[in-house]
């Protein structure tokens, strides 16, 4: 089964921190830029980071520049959301999708979404 599935998200306090990973299965994400996304209510969906496939190259939407670390580990299968500095406007549904490469935090060509996974920021 061909899919993406997001893991680690959860409740933190103001100024903590999350790990977020995206893990494909049904093929390999070696070929795929990845993006990270996320939807608060009643907000529309945000472009969080992305990251190229071959030479990786990393872009952040400014509201997380600095905070925010994408990866990935192609042997694993796996890329990674690590969240720094947390503040309650990163509350929000995080999304990861694979696709063909990146327009700064644009993901074009995308073809697997994941079902997301919810972070609230919150004392």
């Known amino acids: 089964q061909v899919q993406l599935v997001e893991s680690g998200g959860g409740l933190v306090q103001p100024g903590g921190s999350l790990k977020l990973s995206c893990a494909a299965s049904?093929?390999?994400?070696?070929?795929?830029?990845i993006g990270w996304f996320r939807q608060a209510p009643g907000k529309e969906r945000e472009g969080v980071s992305c990251?190229?496939?071959?030479?990786?190259?990393?872009y952040y939407a400014d509201s997380v520049k600095g905070r925010f670390t994408i990866s990935r580990d192609n042997a694993k299968n796996t890329a990674y959301l690590q969240m720094n500095s947390l503040k309650p406007e990163d509350t929000a549904v995080y999304y990861c999708?694979?696709?063909?490469?990146?327009?700064?935090?644009?993901?074009?060509?995308?073809?697997?979404w994941g079902q997301g996974t919810q972070v609230t920021v919150s004392s």
């Open positions: 999708a694979a696709g063909r490469s990146c327009l700064g935090t644009i993901l074009l060509g995308k073809e697997y």
């Open positions: 049904g093929f390999t994400l070696d070929y795929y830029a």
């Open positions: 990251i190229s496939s071959s030479i990786p190259k990393t």
